[in-house]
Nanobody
């Protein structure tokens, strides 16, 4: 059994910053890709940022230059530093990990519970 636990989001003003974290626990052998998605009301879930096990990153065009994704493999944790936040960044943010379980050859996708980020104008 694997669980992903996200840090609390919050309410920030336009231009503010917020750092999210997501830690995985359980019978983990290794973690491949990690990432963050978000879903605003009435919209589809979309990628914010992703990071491979080798450290390669990718970002949504709308977030480039304003967010940084990083990971701590020793802690099975992924971080999302968000700066210069805008009202349109308001959404529920979900972390994602592709995990290989101990004793299993397959990879499974796991999601965090989601955390609300609200940016006020």
């Amino acid at each position: 059994q694997v669980q992903l636990v996200e840090s609390r989001g919050g309410l920030v003003h336009t231009g503010g910053s917020l750092r999210l974290s997501c830690a995985a626990s359980g019978s983990i052998f290794s973690i491949n890709d990690m990432g963050w998605y978000r879903q605003a009301p009435g919209k589809q879930r979309e990628l914010v940022a992703g990071i491979t096990s080798g450290g390669r990153t990718r970002y949504a065009e709308s977030m480039k230059g304003r967010v940084t994704i990083s990971r701590d493999n020793a802690k099975n944790t992924v971080y999302l530093q968000m700066n210069s936040l805008k009202p349109e960044d308001t959404a529920v943010y979900y972390c994602y990990m592709e995990i290989v379980l101990a004793g299993h050859p397959q990879r499974y996708d796991y999601w965090g519970q989601g955390t609300q980020v609200t940016v006020s104008s």
